[in-house]
């Protein structure tokens, strides 16, 4: 029986949402994709002149699993700041895992905790505002709101 389905999100274009009730701890999908380092994810999204936000997943030995080679429904898995899954790396693997119980035609949603280098501009923090609209919104999908100078 199939689990979830990607369709239109009313926080940001295609989300996952839950067919049928998970529970609290549930392993829901694997983040599948192409793994491949920082460098070759950067050159092949100018190459094919993908801009803003991208299917990529960093992982903790500085690579990144490129959800749009390969990649399965957990690349339409939008951020919340309250979210009701969680991603778990193990061996150079992410596991969606549920964090409480979702109900059928709940949206699933992780924490982004995203990371720029440099200054972190107007123009910048705006490309990564939250839509989530938690009523504990922290208003960024950025792992931290603080001011580079």
Excluded at 33 to 44: D, E, F, P
């Amino acid at each position: 029986m199939k689990r979830i389905a990607v369709r239109r999100s009313g926080v940001h274009g295609r989300g996952v949402f839950a067919l049928c009730p998970i529970r609290e701890g549930e392993l829901i999908l694997e983040y599948a994709g192409t793994v491949m380092s920082w460098k070759q994810a950067i050159t092949r999204n100018r190459r094919f002149g993908i801009e803003g936000h991208t299917f990529l997943f960093g992982l903790s030995d500085g690579r990144v699993i490129d959800g749009s080679l390969g990649g399965n429904s957990a690349r339409w898995l939008n951020h919340a700041c309250v979210a009701n899954c969680e991603a778990v790396e193990s061996d150079g693997r992410v596991h969606i895992y549920a964090i409480s119980d979702i109900k059928p035609g709940e949206e699933l949603f992780i924490t982004y905790g995203l990371s720029v280098e440099g200054r972190l501009s107007a123009a910048v923090r705006a490309q990564y505002d939250c839509r989530c609209g938690h009523h504990r919104c922290r208003g960024t999908m950025l792992a931290s709101t603080r001011r580079s100078t």
